[in-house]
């Protein structure tokens, strides 16, 4: 009776159509978390036309995996790199980009970030993750429909650091977009904030000479708070050496001695001079001081000098541009004589001078006294005391420049009664 009552249901069920439902009928409205990506899923290669918007995007189901949690998209050296936190039983994430429209795919990953290389600079993106399964063909979460956006900064490429006259200068390329720039120095451990700039150079004056430094430079916001790049870790080293410090350009007996300071790191010295023109190369040396034989009297002269390394094949320095500058001057050879009213000295007329200045001292006492300057070839002195021998020696000036002196001068005596001179 039990059976006959069944079979006569289920022929009524047949009847009426209310079999047993199909897989078909049963699936969910829409792609889900356990439809395949190729049906109403985000864009793939060759569909980029599609969308994750609401109304073509999955409907959740019970099982479906809870949607990633953007994290950040930052400008990083290499290009831009979207973070995400960890979604439980994702296999893989799949990640999406657009500027304006439609989302595009990126990428796949198993992990929770993912470095975009071949973003363009100064273009304003949107990013957003969804989780797929262990396939890779079917998505297992929805994704944040707002995303996370960034404009993207290339990190700065660094051109070249060098030792300059005043420090080290570091250079880079400019970055579209950039507002402000800031530049960071290391000698071991981490970066330190050196300065920053609207420029594409920096020049840091407090380097310390001998030290070996690296640089490296990261685009930031126009209120200087907020990193708009990413950075080269590696940066650019240089040794710091600094341009040597000039000291005098004077005239000798022999020629024109020039000094200098010496640099903490250089291997050698480059003397240079020029007259009009360029810099001319002079002399290397390993010592603080160079005296040029050669210089031609009456000519004026500017001098510096720079820092090589101890092969002498590469500079090391900067250099001081304005250099020493100095007129090559020849001292007067004087002849001295005894007149009715005193003493006189003359000389004949030094090239290059513009005037003359006159020193005397008693015989056997200690250092000369100037008796002033003139622009004649002769001086006259009455102020002798009689019976006394005396020296007097002549330096030729111009401007700055002076020319050395017979240290031992040109002695005459003065008699004790008017007399004949007498050159000693």
Not at 211 to 234: H, P
Not at 268 to 281: E, I, N, Q
Request: overall charge positive; hydrophobic content about 35%; glycine content about 10%.
């Amino acid at each position: 009776m039990i059976k006959r009552t069944i079979c006569l249901l289920l022929a009524a069920l047949a009847l009426t159509g209310l079999g047993a439902p199909s897989l078909a009928e049963g699936a969910p409205e829409g792609a889900d978390a356990g439809t395949a990506a190729s049906v109403s899923a985000p864009p793939e290669t060759g569909d980029s036309g599609g969308a994750l918007a609401a109304s073509s995007g999955p409907a959740e189901t019970r099982d479906a995996l809870g949607t990633p949690k953007l994290g950040s998209a930052v400008s990083v050296a290499s290009g831009v790199k979207i973070t995400w936190s960890a979604v439980k039983g994702a296999a893989k994430y799949r990640v999406f980009y657009k500027t304006t429209g439609s989302w595009k795919k990126l990428a796949d990953t198993a992990k929770t970030s993912y470095t975009w290389t071949k973003a363009k600079n100064g273009t304003k993106y949107t990013f957003t993750v969804r989780c797929l399964d262990k396939s890779g063909k079917k998505y297992a979460s929805g994704y944040d429909k707002t995303g996370v956006s960034v404009t993207y900064l290339a990190a700065p490429k660094l051109s070249a650091v060098s030792n300059a006259a005043t420090g080290v200068k570091i250079t880079w390329g400019a970055v579209k977009g950039a507002a402000k720039y800031r530049v960071y120095y290391k000698t071991t451990g981490k970066w330190t904030k050196l300065a920053d700039t609207t420029k594409t150079s920096y020049t840091w004056t407090k380097a310390k000479s001998g030290t070996k430094y690296a640089f490296t430079v990261r685009c930031m916001d126009s209120a200087g708070k907020s990193f708009a790049s990413g950075y080269d870790d590696t940066g650019l080293s240089v040794t710091y050496v600094a341009a040597p410090k000039l000291g005098t350009a004077e005239n000798t007996a022999d020629g024109v001695k020039i000094t200098w300071s010496a640099a903490k790191g250089a291997g050698k010295y480059r003397v240079f001079y020029k007259t009009t023109g360029g810099w001319k190369r002079l002399a290397d040396t390993t010592k603080t001081s160079y005296t040029w034989t050669k210089a031609k009297a009456g000519t004026a002269y500017a001098f510096t000098v720079r820092c090589l390394d101890k092969s002498g094949k590469k500079y090391v320095s900067g250099y001081d541009s304005a250099g020493l500058t100095l007129t090559r001057l020849v001292p007067p050879t004087v002849n001295v004589s005894n007149q009715p009213n005193g003493m006189r000295a003359t000389w004949k007329k030094a090239a290059g001078a513009s005037e003359y200045e006159v020193y005397f001292k008693a015989k056997g006492s200690g250092g000369w006294n100037s008796l002033g300057r003139t622009t004649a070839l002769s001086f006259d002195w009455s102020d002798a005391v009689l019976g006394m021998s005396y020296a007097f020696t002549v330096r030729a000036v111009d401007g700055g420049s002076v020319s050395a002196y017979k240290s031992s001068g040109y002695v005459v005596y003065q008699p004790a009664t008017a007399a004949s001179a007498t050159d000693l």
